[in-house]
T-cell receptor
Framework: DTAVSQTPKYLVTQMGNDKSIKCEQNLGHDTMYWYKQDSKKFLKIMFSYNNKELIINETVPNRFSPKSPDKAHLNLHINSLELGDSAVYFC????????????FGSGTRLTVV | QKEVEQDPGPLSVPEGAIVSLNCTYSNSAFQYFMWYRQYSRKGPELLMYTYSSGNKEDGRFTAQVDKSSKYISLFIRDSQPSDSATYLCAMVTAGNKLTFGGGTRVLVKP
C-alpha cells in the first residue's frame, strides 16, 4: 500500500499547455505539501495545505494553482507551461505538530519541450 | 545566502569507511533537524531526526546537532554500496515548514 501516491510519474508536454498532477495520501495526515526539485536536486517548498486550508504559499508564479478537495488529496494545476517549469514535483504529507513526520511521494518528472 | 548550506559532493568512499556529512544553517528559529536519503528517481525518505543539541544513534547512523554553532552532521559507519544515494539535511520551523539543504551525493565503492 503506497502511503503517498502521485500521478502521473512522468509528464512530457509542450510549452503553453495546461497540466495537472494528482496526489493522494492514506496515512490520515492533516497536512499536505508540494515541493519542487530542480536539476541541481534542490528541494523547495511551494505550497502546504492543512485540512483543505492553504497554509504556506511561497513565491510561486500564479500559473501554479493547488487544490485540496479533502485532506487526503492535494492536486497541482499548472497553466501555460514554460521551459523553466521542467523539474521533479514531490507531494508530501505530515501530521501537524509532529515536527518531523514528512512522508514523500515518489515524484512526478515534468519535462516541458 | 541560502538558509541551509550543504556541500553537493560527490563524496566517494570505499566500502566499510565512515561517511561524514554536514550542514550549516543561519535561521535560529529552526526547531527540528532531520536527515533524508534519496535514491535516484525516488522520493526522499526520513533517516534520522532530532530536536536538541547532542548525538542520536540509530544502527549505523549517528546524527549530531550543535545549535550554538548552527551545525548538524550525519555519520554512517561501515558504509555499504546500498548507502549510495543523495543525503539531504532538513530543518523545521514553527508551522511545520521543512527547509532542505541542497543534498550531498554519496558513492560507496565496493
Amino acid at each position: 500500500d503506497t502511503a503517498v501516491s502521485q500521478t502521473p510519474k512522468y509528464l512530457v508536454t509542450q510549452m503553453g499547455n495546461d497540466k495537472s498532477i494528482k496526489c493522494e495520501q492514506n496515512l490520515g495526515h492533516d497536512t499536505m505539501y508540494w515541493y519542487k526539485q530542480d536539476s541541481k536536486k534542490f528541494l523547495k517548498i511551494m505550497f502546504s495545505y492543512n485540512n483543505k486550508e492553504l497554509i504556506i504559499n511561497e513565491t510561486v508564479p500564479n500559473r501554479f494553482s493547488p487544490k485540496s478537495p479533502d485532506k487526503a488529496h492535494l492536486n497541482l494545476h499548472i497553466n501555460s507551461l514554460e521551459l523553466g517549469d521542467s523539474a521533479v514535483y514531490f507531494c508530501a504529507s505530515s501530521q501537524e505538530g509532529s515536527g518531523y513526520g514528512y512522508t514523500f511521494g515518489s515524484g512526478t518528472r515534468l519535462t516541458v519541450v | 545566502q541560502k538558509e541551509v548550506e550543504q556541500d553537493p559532493g560527490p563524496l566517494s568512499v570505499p566500502e566499510g569507511a565512515i561517511v561524514s556529512l554536514n550542514c550549516t544553517y543561519s535561521n535560529s528559529a529552526f526547531q527540528y533537524f532531520m536527515w533524508y536519503r534519496q535514491y535516484s528517481r525516488k522520493g526522499p525518505e526520513l533517516l534520522m531526526y532530532t530536536y536538541s543539541s547532542g548525538n542520536k544513534e540509530d544502527g549505523r547512523f549517528t546524527a549530531q546537532v550543535d545549535k550554538s554553532s548552527k551545525y548538524i552532521s550525519l555519520f554512517i559507519r561501515d558504509s555499504q554500496p546500498s548507502d549510495s544515494a543523495t543525503y539531504l539535511c532538513a530543518m523545521v520551523t514553527a508551522g511545520n515548514k521543512l527547509t532542505f539543504g541542497g543534498g550531498t551525493r554519496v558513492l560507496v565503492k565496493p
